[in-house]
């Protein structure tokens, strides 16, 4: 895919983060929620998209999948001009996308963080990934994955194990020591469908540890795109040069955030998350005693 553009000297350069990802016309999840989650962490976000949805926040109604050459060109042309310090894999969908981005990947200069979303169903549970594509996922993408970042019932999946809960700490980690063994580097399994909603962190260098990244469930927020938050946050914050824990523990607290403030009053159904605080401007903006300009 040739060179990636130089980096300009001293170290004051902007972070480039790519997102290879689906497009989600309702703007609540997929590149459009990772662009929004670059722009919150202070990095400049990019984009090779791999399908078209056409959704809102009750359904899907289409998933177009990109060609597997317009998506290759995609990076090509961003590694080659603008070049990237970490990459968030998001939506695939097929079996030849898979395999495109897997030979990406590869690609990329050595040591760029590859963080690893392996989105499979929508909110409103429309499939996004198709069976085939699954097993390509696992043999082709994970073990190229920095960061793999499921929820609980994603981890099953992966590890192919019944779809029972995992809802007490001994269960969670032996699930997320199962999603390890596939391959990639580091496991964040992430706790949106856990009482407790606490990740755990898990290093492929240090198997026996597992760290529990603490945070609140927010019931009464909006959730649709917290998983795509989530992975484009970190992958913002290792681009930034944060360690991986640390960076987990930015995306912890910046996605629950999200969900506590999304905007429940957008659509009929699960409302999206939001980074920027929207709903708290506009208040601030109706007011009668409002300030001036909003920064």
Known sequence: MGAPTPRPPGGE???????????????GAGI????????????????????????NTVGVSVVAPVAPEVVLEQIRCVLEDIGVDAVKVGMLGTVE????????LDQLPPATPVVVDQVMVSESGASLLDPDAQRV?????LPRATVLTPNVSEARVLAGEAAE??????????????????????????????????????????????????????PDGAAHGSGCTHSSTLAAHLALGDDPLSAARAAKAIASAAVRDGL????????PVDVFGLAARFRRRSAPDAPGPLT
Request: aromatic content about 2%; charged content about 20%.
């Open 264 to 271: 429940r009053s957008v659509g009929g159904g699960t409302g």
């Open 97 to 104: 996308v898979t395999l495109a981005v897997a030979r990406a």
């Open 137 to 141: 996922l696992l043999a082709e993408i």
């Open 32 to 55: 459009q929620a990772d662009l929004k989650a670059f722009a919150r962490c202070g990095v400049h976000g990019m984009t090779a998209v791999t399908a078209i949805t056409a959704q």
């Open 165 to 218: 809960p995992a809802d007490d700490d001994a269960a969670a980690q032996a699930l997320a020591r199962a999603v390890l063994a596939l391959g990639p580097r580091i496991v964040v399994l992430t706790g949106g469908h856990r009482s407790s909603a606490s990740d755990l962190f898990l290093d492929s260098a240090d198997p026996g540890s597992v760290v529990s990244i603490e945070g609140r469930r927010h």
């Open 13 to 27: 350069a902007t972070r480039r983060v790519l997102s290879i990802a689906g497009s989600d016309s309702g703007g």
